[in-house]
């Protein structure tokens, strides 16, 4: 009686443990592929071997690009050389990415920078913000930029448990399993929130103070990483991940796939979700971030190469 019981408990344990299993496979999209949506004008930047995990780009068309993320678990193909911020001219007939060099005592050695973001002063002066990862801490470096050189000059690193400020920090928003991306409105009036481990995108209005009031959440059933607003249209584009474990567990014989979304009628009771570009790791692996500008897109990755794409 004694073994019965034993095998049946066993029985009900493994049973559970699938259970599990699989619903952790449905959550990750462990088995997900994509169907191939890709446009006609595209082409690699050369320069850009390293990875290209976010992008910011100016109302003037110049992009900045991180590059070079060494993360736990990610694969990294330049793994002995130190990130950099590299920067395109969309403008152009045929747009190149140049390394942007760094002055005012920053260590570049350590340099491994993750996401950006611009910040433009009231006196039109450009201030980058870069979240770096030195020896796997987490901080935030501020840089200006000097147009005319073509440079970067650091000013200071924030420092933080929370992540953290000289002044101070406070939760503005909860709920999330895994707050990503995150990105403003066209007009500030929202923030678009990133939830990467549950594949949708939270939609909050912005208070005076900061505060953030979820509005709604868009389910997109894929796991959603950087975020980016089209300036001509408020639509967002999202850089997704359709199937991480390929991710995790890298197979160059069967890499992670790329995907693409713009979500447009964000306000709207129905927004609509489309497919701008979708790959499976054939040209693209692991796309992080989708940025556009006067009908152009860059297309990153977390550790892969660069897409340009003319829409």
Request: glycine residues 8%.
């Amino acid at each position: 009686m004694g073994k019965l019981v034993a095998l049946v408990l066993l029985g009900v344990g493994l049973s559970l443990v699938g259970e599990m299993f699989l619903a952790f496979r449905e959550r990750v999209n462990a088995s997900r592929e994509v169907e191939p949506v890709e446009p006609e004008n595209c082409h690699l930047i050369e320069e850009l071997e390293s990875g290209s995990e976010d992008i910011d780009i100016l109302p003037s068309g110049l992009a900045f690009i991180s590059s070079g993320l060494k993360y736990p678990g990610m694969p990294n193909f330049a793994p002995d050389e130190p990130g950099k911020i590299f920067l395109m001219d969309l403008n152009e007939q045929n747009p190149r990415a140049q390394a942007l060099e760094i002055s005012g005592g920053f260590d570049k050695e350590l340099f491994n920078p993750h996401g950006i973001s611009i910040f433009i002063d009231k006196d039109n002066t450009v201030y980058l913000y870069v979240v770096n990862h030195p020896h796997m801490k987490s901080t935030v470096e501020i840089f200006k930029f000097e147009e005319q050189q073509r440079s970067l000059v650091y000013l200071k690193t924030i420092k933080h448990e929370l992540l953290k400020s000289p002044r101070e920090v406070k939760v503005v928003a909860k709920g999330f399993c895994s707050a990503n991306g995150i990105t403003v409105s066209a007009d500030q009036k929202y923030v678009y929130v990133a939830d990467v481990a549950a594949k949708n995108i939270h939609i909050m209005e912005k208070h005076d103070n900061w505060d953030l009031t979820q509005l709604k959440v868009i389910q997109l059933g894929t796991l959603v990483d950087n975020l980016t607003v089209d300036p001509a249209t408020g639509d967002i584009l999202a850089g997704c991940h359709p199937n991480p474990m390929k991710l995790l567990n890298y197979n160059p014989e069967d890499p992670p796939g790329s995907e693409v979304l713009r979500i447009q009628n964000v306000l709207s009771e129905k927004p609509r979700v489309s497919t701008v570009y979708a790959n499976n790791g054939s040209v693209l692996q692991g796309t992080s971030v989708a940025s556009v500008y006067h009908g152009k897109i860059l297309i990153g990755t977390v550790f892969h190469k660069t897409l340009y794409c003319e829409l």
